[in-house]
């Protein structure tokens, strides 16, 4: 039997397993907080490496405006990918947009399957570290002043995946069965997972959380 790549609906005996949400409050701190001890780790990489001496101060302000663009096209373009996975597999509407702790997009009126959710969640995150890790070393033999600005941008890039990579690492982690639905409604996510599977042992509850 061929696969299937979502549902209309929750399938009779499903339950719902799990729930996140972007705009919680708690959730959004913790998120950003996460986001932050990443980007500043990369930061201080990049300017370990960096050689202040070949920065052309001169040239400072355009510097900071290229970033600028590039970083508000990047975050619309990381979007796109998760979009454009979503369409590809499934051919329904998707809806954009942006919170107060992150952009998003969702495919709210369907539950995806596993391996479609899983495909969505990561494809911004391989796709744009691909592109921006090999273009900041090959920078960094260049011209400082783009190393540092495509090194910025790869660092608001690998901190901004952190729900990514989040709710992948749950996937990869908890809900390993294939049946396991998600339905994505951007900023949050609900699992749901087929009811007859077996009970959690006792000894694997210490597991949650
Ligand atoms: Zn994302």
């Given at each position: 039997m061929e696969h299937?790549?979502?549902?209309?609906?929750?399938p009779e005996g499903y339950k719902?397993?799990?729930?996140?949400?972007?705009?919680?409050?708690?959730?959004?701190?913790?998120?950003?907080?996460?986001?932050l001890v990443i980007m500043i780790a990369v930061i201080v990489t990049l300017f370990v490496f960096a050689d202040l001496k070949q920065f052309d101060f001169e040239r400072i302000m355009v510097y900071d405006i290229v970033w600028i663009?590039?970083?508000l096209v990047y975050i619309v373009?990381?979007?796109?990918?998760?979009?454009?996975?979503?369409?590809?597999?499934?051919?329904?509407?998707?809806?954009f947009g942006i919170t107060w702790s992150a952009a998003f997009c969702g495919v709210p009126d369907i539950?995806?399957?596993?391996?479609?959710?899983?495909?969505s969640l990561v494809a911004p995150l391989?796709?744009?570290?691909?592109?921006l890790l090999p273009l900041t070393i090959w920078l960094r033999f260049v011209d400082m002043g783009w190393y540092l600005v495509c090194g910025l941008v790869f660092a608001i890039h690998i901190s901004g995946c952190i729900g990514d990579i989040y709710v992948t690492t749950l996937f990869l982690k908890k809900f390993r069965d294939p049946c396991t639905l998600m339905r994505d409604s951007g900023p949050a996510q609900w699992v749901y997972v087929p009811a007859e599977e077996p009970p959690v042992k006792p000894g694997e509850a210490a597991d949650e959380g």
């Open positions: 299937k790549d979502f549902e209309f609906e929750v719902e397993a799990y729930h996140i949400d972007a705009k919680d409050k708690k959730t959004g701190i913790k998120m950003t907080l996460g986001a663009i590039v970083m373009l990381h979007e796109l990918v998760h979009g454009a996975v979503y369409k590809a597999l499934t051919h329904q509407k998707l809806t539950y995806t399957y596993r391996r479609t959710a899983l495909l391989t796709v744009f570290t691909i592109i």
